[in-house]
């Protein structure tokens, strides 16, 4: 193999596989191209502070519908729609694994915020997947988006304070009223890996009907947790 100057490889590389934009793929963008880059932001849609649903009116519906859920707060950047949802899916199924710094940053954002600024002993938890699904996609998305959440913010996270103990078909191809068993004892505590005593942040990348925060949570809680909050990129509904 003849070994070219790290420029001119690069250049050549660009040539044969000319850089795209990560989201939409449009040729000669490097990272995200400024379309999709106005869609991965923060949004000022008023929510619940509880599931982060959107208010249309004083109460939440989704509270009302689903909850009470077992954790105390919920924060997502923005409605999974547009290019945050187009930049979620290709995240996730098309394994554009860079994608989680931009992802991982919105939410970091919103962490910036109160009540989350200043948390006492907070520890970043990512929603676990099954062994045999990381295995198929390579990385989970969650972890990837905690580790730039931690990275951001300076607070620890880990990996192996949950586990995902059976393999549940995916929330998203089951009807809201099969999901809560769908996930129901899917999470254990890892031996050796206590959350006692820490304020739970959970992380994942969509939250929808809140089934599996609310089964996480409740594994966390019963734990020892002092508390579990949720944070995702985007909230499905
Ligand atoms: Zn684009
Ligand atoms: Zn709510």
């Known amino acids: 193999m003849v070994n070219l100057p790290n420029g001119l490889a690069a250049g050549f590389l660009d040539l044969v596989y000319p850089p795209r934009c990560l989201v939409c793929a449009s040729a000669g ?21 509880r599931c982060a649903a959107e208010l249309r009116s004083g109460s939440c519906h ?11 707060r919920g924060r997502v ?3 999974f729609d547009g ?30 915020a109160s009540p989350f600024r200043g948390l006492e002993n907070p520890l970043l938890v990512p929603v676990p997947l099954h062994s045999s699904r990381i295995r198929s996609r390579g990385f989970n998305q969650a972890q990837r988006l905690a580790a730039v959440v931690s990275l951001e913010l300076g607070w620890e996270q880990s990996a192996n304070v949950l586990r995902r103990v059976r393999k549940t078909t995916p929330q998203a191809r089951l009807p809201a009223e099969e999901r809560a068993a769908n996930v129901l004892n899917a999470f254990a505590v890892r031996s050796g890996n206590s959350p006692k005593g820490r304020n739970v942040v959970l992380v ?31 909230r499905g509904a």
Do not use: M, N, W
């Open 77 to 79: 950047a923005a409605k």
């Open 29 to 49: 963008i490097e990272g995200v191209c400024s379309a999709c880059g106005s869609g991965l932001a923060v949004d000022a849609q008023l929510r619940c502070t």
């Open 83 to 112: 290019s945050l949802r187009d930049a979620i899916l290709r995240f996730k199924y098309a394994y554009i694994e860079r994608l989680d710094r931009p992802l991982g940053l919105l939410v970091a954002q919103r962490l910036r």
């Open 204 to 234: 994942d990348d969509v939250l929808t009907t809140c089934h599996t925060a609310s089964e996480c949570a409740r594994v966390l809680l019963g734990a020892g947790a002092a508390s579990v909050s949720v944070a995702a990129v985007a």
């Open 62 to 72: 989704e509270c009302r519908t689903f909850g009470p859920f077992p954790f105390t």
